[in-house]
């Protein structure tokens, strides 16, 4: 079983529409999540973290996290064609204390005008 | 905005030649931290480097790796002899501690010849 595995997509949506990203993770251990959006050729980029389970939202976007079921998400309303990149679903290594985070490999979100 | 710098932004080698990348992190961060990404596949852990040591090194930072930090500002990552199977895209991340996330540098592009 993969550690982090993502649906690679790519995921099309219109304008406007609202982007829905899946993540599941491996280590229960795991407390922290992050999502980072990543543009080709160029390096990831912090969108969203969570720490507790429910719903958090920040502008257009809403990070949902269930532990129990092991499953991050990642909503994006009001899609644009500026979002269009690969969003990389990472949680933090539950066993290990070093901060490392451990990426999936990322679902690429196509957004069309 | 503070941010981590990278240098060289893109590197070409021989096969077998020693490489250094170079890194800044933010000037207030506690924790460094190298990843690779091969063109087309996931971002993946190589190390992690805390109080002037490593903290945790992952399977594929064998003995051709080293990480090093000289003094108060820089972080590098040197690769003893380089392979083909080197080449790829190199970031550098860093970290203020808890559970807060990692802030990337833009990458480093080595090609191995």
């Known amino acids: 079983q993969k550690e982090v595995e993502q649906n690679s997509g790519p995921l099309s949506v219109p304008e406007g529409a609202i982007a829905s990203l899946n993540c599941t993770y491996s280590?229960?251990?795991?407390?922290?999540f992050f999502w980072y959006r990543q543009y080709s050729g160029k390096s990831p980029e912090l969108i969203m973290s969570?720490?507790?389970?429910g719903d958090k939202e920040d502008g257009r976007f809403t990070a949902q996290l269930n532990k129990a079921s092991q499953y991050v998400s990642l909503l994006i309303r009001d899609s644009q064609p500026s979002d269009s990149a690969t969003y990389l679903c990472?949680?933090?290594?539950?066993?290990?204390?070093?901060?490392?985070?451990?990426f999936g490999q990322g679902t690429t979100l196509q957004v069309k005008p | 905005e503070p941010e981590v710098t990278q240098t060289p932004s893109h590197q070409v080698t021989q096969m077998g030649q020693e490489v250094i990348l170079r890194c800044v992190p933010i000037s207030n961060h506690l924790y460094f931290y190298w990843y690779r990404q091969i063109l087309g596949q996931k971002v993946e852990f190589l190390v992690s480097?805390?109080?002037?040591?490593?903290?945790?090194k992952s399977e594929i930072f064998d003995d051709q790796f080293s990480v090093e930090r000289p003094d108060g500002s820089n972080f590098t990552l040197k690769i003893r002899s380089t392979k083909l199977e080197d080449s790829a895209m190199y970031f550098c991340a860093s970290r203020s501690g808890g559970d807060r996330e990692l802030f990337f540098g833009e990458g480093s592009r080595l090609t191995v010849l």
């Open positions: 969570i720490y507790s389970n």
């Open positions: 480097f805390y109080n002037n040591e490593i903290s945790e």
């Open positions: 990472a949680p933090k290594g539950g066993s290990s204390n070093t901060g490392k985070l451990i």
């Open positions: 280590d229960r251990g795991s407390q922290s």
